[in-house]
């Protein structure tokens, strides 16, 4: 089986990073481009993480597109209390970025990524939509070129930045409302799932022992924890982008159930809401396929795996 091609779209983030390193340590994945987005810090920061993150593990030939400032039309809401200041808060500063970010900005290199593939691409968005809501406004005649698009993002229930939204939904609804109406095959990693993943002290201990990238990861992991801690009581820190990329290695560790998705745009209360018809109610047709479960252990082994080879 040659590589499947990716695009990932970032809003580095602790989770992010890992997500990146997944995508580059596993060779089934061919790393085709990142684009950066504004989410959990600036698009300076998300940038500048992004571009460190890759030279951290040596993949400093995969372009990077910087993308959007600010949501599609809502003002940018940020993390910094789950992420710190930088976007990457850790015990120690991951070394300074050995190249720049491409001259092509991220919708021109996801559609220049994807007109040169010579198959279809899967996108891999794990920040906030508003790139891939663009990309889709600017290049509608380049759909067919995406196979999938498998995204982190959302929830069946709880919210994680209101009680009825998560996060990169929340910033920006527009986007994930555009993006969900698109008619490509969606995979939803929302909280249900994510929340499964939780990188606890064993976790952390495992990736420590994984040598210089894994003792990187599980430092900053270490940071991580505290806030997800201190803001929500969790004892581990949920991988949830990781997800969205496992789901694309091996969708048998994501069960999933096709239904329908909207996204809550106008309510103040529920603004971000991705309302999923888990029991088919509204008779309206499945846009996506909704994580319900993962295999938490195959999930941890794959990410050992690919940090294993970095
Ligand atoms: O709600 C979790 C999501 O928001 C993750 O993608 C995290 O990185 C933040 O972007
Ligand atoms: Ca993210």
Redesign the pocket.
Known sequence: MSPKPVILDV?P????AVALMLACGHPDLDLLAVTTVA??VTIEKTTRNALRVLSLVGCTDVPVGVGAPEPLERPLHT?EDIHGKSGLDGPEEIPHAGFEPDESGAVALIADTLRASTEPVTLIP??PLTNIAAFLREHPGLKDRVARISL??GSMGLG??TPAA???IYVDPEAAREVFESGLPITMSG?DV?HQAGAGPRERARLRATGRVGHVVAGFLDFFATTYESVFGFDAPPL??PVAVAAVLEPGLLKTRPMRVDIECESDLTRGETVCDFYGVTGMAPNAEVGVELDRERFFRLLYGALDRL
């Open positions: 809003d983030g602790h989770d992010d989410g959990n993390a794990v920040g982190m993002g994680n930045t998560e996060f990169n909280l994510t949830h982008d």
